[in-house]
């Protein structure tokens, strides 16, 4: 076997060890019986009222992740043509989705998106055009969401302006997304300028991406992978309006699926309480939370991803232990799953593309 499929195939093995993916569950949990234990009260749930709406609203709950993974999914048949089929499809997102949820959010997984989409088929050139087009359309999106938000939307209940006794994070939250949304912005003018200008600083960024632990072993075919960054860069720019509005309504309907999960949760406790004001509140503060998450240093946001529900949505939430209660659910649906797939899927995916016949 080549060497350099030897190392990438120990990289993959040492990301499932069963203590990589044991941590996030264990931080997660800790948070939450932390929390628990300061803010539970017998009568806690005494509020809560268990009908068929409840579980209507669970499964609507569900189906918006099963909705997020489908407009992943079709945004990358569409960036590359319908290369992979719908089952190779979903394998790579959950893959994708897996070594995301093990590492610190500001990270994500995309270095090993890069080798799954290479391993499936594409060229390292190709696979790395498409990751590079998949965070244009995620930065797009959160750069034209922000200001609809901030427009239409209460500043002082968005950003809890009013709040007495609120902590330093979120007094200074406003700060933190204007500085994310800046930073967003340099990111997607240089990401496009890199893809539709100058593709050739896009290759400079990509030997850069290189130099990490993780694909340092590649580095010597870096080279030749710009300049099929290069090539590619070409046939993204002769692609039609059609095309790029396509791949952006996919992102749109996957992220939106994404933030509409609290919204389905919270509906299913407390259904008559909310307006449809609330609901887009709900939503926009969302949003604002995936800022605050992209400062975690735990894998997948573990245990502050927790503590930032029962902060920044308690005052929708009748009881602190409820918020509690209810951020593990949102986290059982929304974060936990990708976790036990990928164990499941990477071993397998490893067995079938690291052997000699794709050794080359």
């Not at 009013?162 to 003018?189: E, F």
Request: charged fraction near 15%; hydrophobic fraction near 50%; charge should be positive.
């Amino acid at each position: 076997m080549d060497q350099n499929n030897t190392t990438s195939q120990k990289k993959l093995l040492k990301a499932i060890r069963p203590q990589r993916v044991i941590w996030p569950v264990l931080i997660g949990f800790a948070v939450i019986i932390f929390l628990l234990s300061k803010e539970f009260k017998p009568d806690t749930f005494a509020s809560l009222e268990f009908s068929i709406l409840t579980v209507f609203w669970i499964l609507i709950a569900l189906m918006m992740m099963a909705l997020r993974d489908f407009g992943y999914m079709a945004r990358l048949r569409i960036l590359t043509e319908k290369e992979f089929s719908w089952r190779k499809t979903f394998r790579i997102i959950m893959l994708w989705e897996f070594t995301s949820a093990l590492t610190p959010s500001a990270i994500g997984g995309t270095s090993f998106a890069i080798l799954y989409l290479n391993k499936e088929g594409l060229s390292l050139g190709r696979s790395s055009a498409v990751v590079m087009a998949t965070s244009f359309l995620d930065e797009l999106y959160f750069i034209i969401m922000l200001p609809l938000i901030l427009l239409f939307l209460d500043w002082e209940q968005l950003f809890l302006l009013n709040t007495d006794g609120s902590s330093p994070l979120m007094s200074s939250l406003l700060l933190l997304v204007l500085g994310a949304y800046l930073l967003k912005l340099a990111y997607l003018i240089f990401l496009s300028y890199g893809l539709f200008r100058n593709p050739r600083g896009l290759k400079w960024l990509l030997l850069w991406l290189f130099k990490m632990p993780i694909l340092r072993k590649w580095k010597q075919g870096a080279n030749q992978a710009g300049t099929d960054i290069v090539e590619s860069s070409r046939d993204l720019k002769k692609k039609n309006y059609k095309f790029w509005m396509k791949a952006f309504l996919a992102s749109f309907c996957s992220w939106t699926a994404r933030y509409w999960v609290v919204n389905s949760i919270l509906m299913a406790f407390w259904c008559y309480q909310y307006n449809t004001m609330d609901h887009i509140m709900i939503f926009a503060r969302q949003l604002l939370m995936w800022i605050m998450m992209l400062i975690s240093p735990t894998p997948g946001g573990s245990g502050f991803s927790e503590w930032v529900f029962t902060q920044y949505l308690g005052d929708f939430i009748p009881e602190a232990g409820l918020a509690i209660g209810l951020a593990l659910i949102w986290r059982l649906i929304s974060y936990y799953p990708y976790l036990f797939i990928g164990m499941y899927l990477l071993p397998k995916w490893i067995k079938k593309n690291f052997n000699k016949k794709n050794s080359a």
